[in-house]
């Protein structure tokens, strides 16, 4: 497994957070939503492309299809 994605995902969420609470402080609520949304959509590609070469590897190890 490789250790950078953990630490990319570790970086985007604080990132995130970050952003998030200034918006918020600045009564940007909607903004912050809106934030919060695209880092977890942003997040969750990258556990998406993980999980795709997961199944890909299991399939070549048991030679399926």
Known sequence: MQVDIIFKIAAIGILITVVTQVLKKS??????????????????????????????????????F
């Open 27 to 64: 009564d940007r609520d909607d903004i912050a939503t809106l934030v919060s949304l695209a880092g977890l959509i942003i997040v969750l590609s990258l556990v998406i492309n993980m999980i795709s070469e997961l199944f890909e590897s299991i399939k070549n190890i048991f030679n399926l």
